[in-house]
């Protein structure tokens, strides 16, 4: 398949608000793509690169190219230069990395430059998400949308599912199983904005713990266990600890989810960001458990004595895990058989803020007569956290693209410090409406004093309302934080940038919080 052709999909897609649109876009470009391509072109359409990381940006990229005057570049092709590219290393690599680059580009025509600028620098946000381009598939091979979406859940890979059942037809489906030692997609939640409003919308429920730690997926057949995190990669080999408790469960058979964490001295979580720098330490894995241990917490089970499980109510399937996991392995929870009563929701709301004081981010309300939706965020699931914000101010905007092309979209935020300046805390595009990019970009532009193409530089007047889930430490930013899940609450032309937060109000705590 031809660059091009993808690329103008990845147009089209981004041009169009209609879910049914976009899917009928996928299912064509599906239809008339070999098997073999499929899993390439759905990470493309997802703006992932199979290589991952290949030390592409824009210092690279910025050097304009006169585009080819016709598409000659192919998908695969295109894989195997940039296969090339993340293969470079040593010295002279960075020459090479810069002229393999620009020979790309100069056998792309104009939309296959674009496409694969966006690409390269992961700003591919055309909305052809995963669960847009699973019904594509499903369209484009004459397969239920509910029967590719189940295959998937149980297999774990979108493109693995899709090369099937697009090769070999709706039957092909039939061979994806719940097995134990095959990682399946967690069960996801939405959010609520109370504790009252989740036990409304949920009826009868359990009230649990939502721990900041890293989701973990174990699973025992035998002496085998194996560790997967959320993204389904396998962690056994760093987690010696968390196989040791599987290992000592009664069960030989079952799939556990839950999250690992670390606790302080005095029993209380550490800071998300050095749990998973535990969790994705690789050297010297005996001494990193040693200094900073970490323990599994359990909420699920997907499998127990050979039993497929995920059909069943979720009272069910905890009555099967409470026989399997001592109670110190599982998540603390309350359960709420009448919503409607007074005493009940009173303990629910004071369970939440006693997650909350022991330092916990929230809590978990699901429903409890839901089956588990493996790879869905289900209405089921609904978390409710305390969600803080800042007032912040606009010190630059990059220029969107997609449906986004000519608008200024993602804002670098800025707080104030002691010298009257301003410092970097992060970037965020989340949040904004249609009418609010609209207005920003139109103020925005009042406010410049710099545009080099990609970024709009302005002055720091515009103040903005940020919401965001918690601070971590980062060394890409002056400030030596920046913002988790920063988005846009909404713009605040009425406050002065004088009257921002600081920074030092920041790291002493935060200056407002609200439930969201």
Partial sequence: MLLARLADVSEQVAATAARSRK????ADLFGGTPPEEVPLVIAYLAGRLPQGRIGIGWSTLRHQVPPADRATLTVTGTDDALTALARL???GSQAARQRQVRDLMAAATAPEQRFLLRLLTGEVRQGA????ALEGVAAAAGAPAADVRRAVMLDGSLPRVAQAVLAEGPAALQRFRLRVGTPVQPMLAHTAKSVADALATL???AVEEKLDGIRVQVHRSGDDIRIYTRSLDDITDRLPEVGEAARRLEGDAFILDGEVIALDAEGRPVAFQDTASRVGSRVDVAAAAAARPVSPVFFDVLAADGAVLLDLPGHERHRALARLVPEPLRVRRTVVTDPADPAQRERAETF???TLRRGHEGVLVK???A???AGRRGRSWLKVKPVHTLDLVVLAAEWGHGRRTGLLSNLHLGARTADGGFV?????????TDTMLAWQTDRLRELAVGDDGFTVHVRPELVVEIAYDGLQRSTRYPAGITLRFARVVRHRPDKPADQADTVEQILAGTPHSRIV
């Avoid at 899917?23 to 996928?26: K, N």
Wanted: hydrophobic letters at 50%; one cysteine or more; glycine letters at 16%.
């Fill in 89 to 91: 290393a040593g010295p």
């Fill in 352 to 354: 939440f803020a006693d």
């Fill in 203 to 205: 009826g009868p429920c």
């Fill in 23 to 26: 899917i009928g876009v996928l």
């Fill in 424 to 432: 970097m805390l992060g970037k965020t595009f989340k949040g904004l």
């Fill in 367 to 369: 429903a409890l007569d």
């Fill in 129 to 132: 998400l995963d669960a847009i």
């Fill in 371 to 373: 089956a588990y939706s």
